[in-house]
Antibody, heavy 124, light 109 residues
Framework: EVQLVESGGGLVQPGGSLRLSCAAS????????MSWVRQAPGKGLEWVSAISGSGGSTYYADSVKGRFTISRDNSKNTLYLQMNSLRAEDTAVYYCAKSPIVVVVAALYYFDYWGQGTLVTVSS | QSVLTQPPSASGTPGQRVTISCSGSSSNIGSNTVNWYQQLPGTAPKLLIYSNNQRPSGVPDRFSGSKSGTSASLAISGLQSEDEADYYC??????????FGTGTKVTVL
């Protein structure tokens, strides 16, 4: 059974940093691209970042480019999101999500499994 | 960044057919496939339709998707109370960004 479990969320001050983790199990982690998607309280879904199965290709939304870094440790079956220079508008539930293939390609870029999410609150 | 536009709400009585539209542009829907997600209250999103019109295993055939040009649609036929949820379209944009639609809340009257 595929499981994705996020952790690392919490309360952080504006300008601060936080690292989210997503522990994966039930599938061959290195064989699939992974992504982060967030949802601000009461708002819609927003794509944040994606990474290929090898970790060699990464993609970012303009809103987080230069501040967030996606990475993965395939030996630990874990996806990460390093978030720096956090702003109030980064407050959201952050979901990790699995794609059906190893690379990020438009034709097959969708999320067949999602984690339960972890809440990040940026406030003083 | 580009935006995929959906109506904020849709509704119907049990058994009715409801359709949700998703409007994009040539750089996203016009050139890439569309996917749909269902988010029940308080839960993580769930894949409903992928590659424009494909249903994952376990998704009832009451749900169907289509795409034409720079727009896509999700249809729910035989609406049921458990279909009350938020629905999002999604697509990859040629600017190398993922995109979600603005979301549609479906209410079963």
């Amino acid at each position: 059974e595929v499981q994705l479990v996020e952790s690392g969320g919490g309360l952080v001050q504006p300008g601060g940093s936080l690292r989210l983790s997503c522990a994966a199990s039930g599938f061959t982690f290195s064989s699939y691209a992974m992504s982060w998607v967030r949802q601000a309280p009461g708002k819609g879904l927003e794509w944040v970042s994606a990474i290929s199965g090898s970790g060699g290709s990464t993609y970012y939304a303009d809103s987080v480019k230069g501040r967030f870094t996606i990475s993965r440790d395939n030996s630990k079956n874990t996806l990460y999101l390093q978030m720096n220079s956090l702003r109030a508008e980064d407050t959201a539930v952050y979901y990790c999500a699995k794609s059906p293939i190893v690379v990020v390609v438009a034709a097959l870029y969708y999320f067949d499994y999602w984690g339960q999410g972890t809440l990040v609150t940026v406030s003083s | 960044q580009s935006v995929l536009t959906q109506p904020p709400s849709a509704s119907g009585t049990p058994g009715q057919r409801v359709t949700i539209s998703c409007s994009g542009s040539s750089s996203n829907i016009g050139s890439n496939t569309v996917n749909w997600y269902q988010q029940l209250p308080g839960t993580a999103p769930k894949l409903l339709i992928y590659s424009n019109n494909q249903r994952p295993s376990g998704v009832p055939d009451r749900f169907s998707g289509s795409k034409s040009g720079t727009s896509a649609s999700l249809a729910i036929s035989g609406l049921q109370s458990e279909d009350e949820a938020d629905y999002y379209c999604a697509a990859w944009d040629d600017s190398l960004n993922g995109l979600f639609g603005t979301g549609t809340k479906v209410t079963v009257l």
